[in-house]
Each structure stands twice: as C-alpha cells, then as structure tokens.
C-alpha cells in the first residue's frame, strides 16, 4: 500500500493533470458501473415481489461514458479548478489560509459555481454521448438538474468544509475523487431515473417558491 501511495505521489508530481485524469476516469467508471449494480438488485427484488423474472446486464457502454466524463472533465477541469480556487482566496483576496472567511469562501464558490457547471456538463455529456437529439437532452437537463442540486449540495457543502480545512491543496482532488466514487453512481442513478415521482417533487418545491414570491 504504502508503494502504490508513494508511486501516485510520484506520478501526482511529475504529471499532475494526467494523472488526475486516470484517476477520475477509473473512478467515474466504477461509480457507473456501482449505480447500475443498484439499480439490478432493485429490480431482482421487484421482480421477485411480482414473482416474474428479470435479466439485467452491465451497459458497459455506459461506463465507457460515464469514465469519459470524468477523463475528459474532472480530471483536468477539476485540477485547474482547486488550484485557481486556491490562488486567487491567497493572492487575490488575501485572505488567510484556513481561516473561517478562506473556507467559507471556497465552499461557497464551489457550492454555486463549480457545482452547477460540473452537474449541467454531466447530464448534457451523457445525453449526447448516448445519442439523444438536442432537444430531448435540453428536457432531461431541465428534468435531473434541480433534484440532483438539491439533494446532493448539502453533503458535497459538508465533504468540502473538510476538505478545504485539513486537506493540502495538492492533494484536494485526490480526496474530492474518492467521494467522486459515491457521486458518480449517485448521478448515474439519477440520470437513469427518467420521471420518478421524487424529481418531480422537489422541482415543484422549486417551482411554487418562485410562484410564491411572484405574488
């Protein structure tokens, strides 16, 4: 254990994007391939509560999608993102590191930029990627964007507190990555949840509270 540590370190060092961009690709594929897991077992359950029969296989083409995402965005994005995050609270803002206004500061522009970015790229990507026309990836956006934000803005709130407290900015994204295991097949989950009556709810929370403050 202790030479694979050091060997990432080594390879963190010499070649920081490309390696952050393997590590998001593993991680983002056994994120999907995980959702899709869950999603079998509920099915097997359902199915067995109807006494029929289900066969359910791994969409690996999925997975190559969903690792492709995190290649190609997480990785690099993210990389650039922490290190930007970081100069500019220091050298911009001059504020002083890990002080309660430095963390509130980044948690709350990763809370209301990062954020929203990444989950409109994640759901637009894997729309496209799976062959939707523009229109229909447009609907689903609408569709997964509010429930996801909603329901996962508070724990990732939580996860960078910590993050942005105790961790080293070097190794920022490799902590983010490990929680980016569990986001990802949360995500996944929810892009392949199409209307359940859960999404619908809390984008009707959204949708009266605007209605309301209309009146």
Known sequence: MRGAWAWYQSRLLQQPVRTQMVTSGILWAAGDAMAQSVSRITEKRSAARDNSTTTIKTDWRRVATASSFGIGFVGPIGHFWYEALESACINRLKLKPNSLRFITTKVTADTFIFGPAHLLA???????????????????????????????????????????????????????????????????????????????????LVSSSSHDNKN
């Not at 689903?140 to 990732?156: A, C, H, N, Q």
């Not at 490799?174 to 949840?193: E, G, I, P, R, T």
Request: overall charge positive.
């Open 122 to 204: 994640f759901f637009t990507y894997m729309g496209l990627a799976s062959g939707k026309p523009w229109n229909e990836v447009k609907s689903d956006v609408k569709r997964d964007f509010l429930p996801s934000y909603m329901t996962e803005g508070i724990g990732w709130m939580i996860v960078q507190v910590v993050n942005f407290r105790f961790v080293p900015v070097r190794h920022q994204l490799l902590y983010v990555n490990c929680f980016c295991l569990l986001d990802s097949a949360f995500l996944s989950w929810v892009k392949h949840q199409d209307d359940a009556p859960w999404k619908k709810y809390l984008t009707s």
